[in-house]
């Protein structure tokens, strides 16, 4: 395994296990998988639950990092590796664009998963109503027809 140091390079046989771990230091997670979306809730605006591809199989995954993108602004968040979902706010009409990037122990990145692009929308119906009792009933007494008053 040659060893390059500037614009000159040495060919030098290292020891198989500090190969390896140069290559395991080196080498990028795999790219995550796509985001579902879980849930959302009303309140004064819309509350999205986001679940999370299943963390890659590698040993050394410190974090993943989720860029949501809302209306062009984007907000980057650092989450754990075992997180298995995230939520965030956003108003009706936004357009909103999620990204995942898996970050290993050493600092490398992933490639980006493939964005999760939606536009914020109502669906989320009034609740039902009910509550409909009688609360007074009472005798009118209406005029007949035909009948004169005096």
């Known amino acids: 395994m040659p060893i390059f140091v500037g614009d000159t390079w040495w060919a030098v046989w290292l020891p ?7 290559r395991w230091l080196f080498v990028a997670p795999p790219q995550p998988a796509p985001l579902t979306i879980n849930s959302q809730r009303e309140v004064t605006v819309l509350r999205y639950t986001i679940d999370m591809p299943p963390k890659p ?3 050394d995954l410190a974090g993943r990092e989720v860029t949501i993108t809302l209306n062009a602004a984007a907000d980057v968040r650092t989450l754990g590796p075992d997180d298995a979902s995230f939520q965030f706010d956003t108003d009706v009409g936004v ?3 999620i990204t995942l990037v898996d970050i290993d122990t050493s ?3 992933s490639a980006p998963s493939p964005a999760l692009s939606f536009t914020a929308t ?3 119906p009034p609740p039902v109503p ?3 009792a009688v609360a007074n009933v009472e005798q009118i007494d209406t005029p007949q027809k035909g009948s004169k008053k005096k």
Do not use: K
Request: charged content about 25%.
């Open 107 to 109: 600092g490398n990145r």
């Open 57 to 59: 199989a590698i040993a």
């Open 130 to 132: 009910g509550g409909l």
């Open 16 to 22: 198989r296990w500090l190969r390896r771990w140069l």
């Open 122 to 124: 109502d669906t989320v």
């Open 95 to 97: 357009a909103v664009s």
